[in-house]
């Protein structure tokens, strides 16, 4: 079993999609799990899953000093923060707008903006310190840009690679299940290249896109993170990505969690 002081941090990012989650030991990941989104879950049947997932990774819960939760899913708060309750004696960190004036990023519009979107800028800025990018692959395709004073300038969304195809092959009874890989060449010649060229050298041209009108409107290069479940997939199709932080989110949160 692992012996740690109590230093660890339980991070929970609860997306549309998926509830992604890790337990960092100062500076290093132990584990990091990810799970289906399920709002018909209850306190108690999160639970069992936690410790489940715990007792397997040989995590011992009394070395948890500090959690913190992220959540778009807001009717998902009240049963984590039960079960949480259930499986620790410290109260969770909630990430909200009443946090954020402790953050060394500055988020503008406070009641509009996804806490996953503010840990994303708020990782960024401490990695690369520089004006930055993060394109966050999920349910939904985000793009959060971050000023050289560490301002939050906006937002843009679109849906995510995933839910386009789902879109397409979800509701097509003659459409089978497409691979999210480029394709031998944009001129598809069967159904599956099609999609695939339609998808993926489509959205990197969108990605591409709204990174060079905002380079243009700021009149200044970006530095281009990519993050997210798919993040990975246009790494070499998008000219624009420069770099793929798979646990963007869950770093936002651990420096979070460190700050109280």
Known sequence: MNEHLNSMILTIDIGNTNIVFGIADQDEWLKIWRVETSSSKTADEYEVLFRSLFSSANICLNKISRTILSSVVPSLIRPFREMLGNLFDH?????????????????????????????????????YNKPCMVIDFGTALTFTTVGKSGEILGVAITPGLLTALKS?????????????????????????????????LGFAGLVDSIVERTEEELGEELTVVATGGLSSVLMN?????????????LEGLKYMAKLF
Not at 170 to 189: D, F, H, K, Y
Request: aromatic residues 2%; hydrophobic residues 45%.
């Open 237 to 249: 199709i998008s000219k624009k990505i420069q770099i793929i932080d798979p646990n963007l989110t």
């Open 91 to 127: 109260a969770p960190i909630l990430v909200e707008p009443i946090i954020y004036h402790k953050l060394p990023v500055l988020v503008l519009n406070p009641q509009e903006i996804g806490t996953d979107l503010v840990a994303n800028a708020t990782a960024a800025f401490i990695r």
């Open 168 to 200: 397409l092959t979800g509701n097509t009874a003659q459409l089978s299940e497409v691979r999210l890989i480029a394709p031998p060449s944009v001129l598809g010649n069967n159904t599956t290249h099609a999609i695939q060229s339609g998808l993926i």
